[in-house]
């Protein structure tokens, strides 16, 4: 995870946090712009504002592989990726399903497309089964990093602050 202020007055302690692809060298982010999930450059990332740096969960590296769509538009099959590879996979996952930015805590997870079956009324004929398509996520930055770190419990929940802000989070994992 990367940190750096806001360029909001008053609010710019606050902070804006976003996901670090590593060696790759992009940082993946939700901003209040035309199209909120972005990838930038970490140099983009670092010329808005001040920049914190780097943080991340120590034992990231350590944890089971995590499990992930194989894509959003048709969720048939699960597929394994190391932890970090498997957050990346997650975030573009997100990205192709769409999201929008909220200023508050509340987000929504997009949800991948896949075939179902409508429940049967007694009366007639058994349900065919429907494709329902991807649904957009909601989130801003913090909740954005959050729920991807969390997915397959990479990162267990215990481990985040009770408080969430983009400064808090950043602030209760290890600085690189």
């Not at 350590?62 to 048939?76: F, G, H, M, T």
């Not at 498997?86 to 509340?106: E, P, R």
């Not at 079956?117 to 909740?143: L, N």
Request: one cysteine or more.
């Amino acid at each position: 995870m990367v940190g750096r202020d806001l360029n909001v007055p008053l609010l710019g302690s606050i902070g804006h946090v976003g996901l670090w692809s590593g060696a790759v060298g992009y940082v993946i982010e939700m901003l209040d712009e035309a199209t909120p999930l972005q990838q930038n450059t970490l140099a983009n990332f670092k010329s808005r504002t001040s920049y914190w740096g780097a943080s991340y969960y120590s034992s990231l590296m350590s944890r089971p592989n995590v499990q992930v769509c194989n894509n959003i538009a048709y969720c048939d099959n699960l597929i394994s990726y190391a932890p970090d590879y498997a957050l990346q996979w997650q975030a573009s996952l997100w990205w192709a399903a769409g999201a929008t930015y909220t200023t508050t805590v509340f987000y929504t997870h997009p949800q991948p497309g896949g075939w179902y079956t409508p429940e049967s009324p007694p009366w007639g004929p058994p349900a065919q089964p429907v494709y329902k398509g991807p649904t957009m996520g909601q989130f801003r930055c913090d909740t954005f990093v959050r729920e991807v770190w969390r997915t397959g419990n990479t990162v267990p929940v215990a481990s985040f602050p009770g408080t969430q802000l983009p400064n808090t989070m950043f602030y209760a994992f290890s600085i690189r």
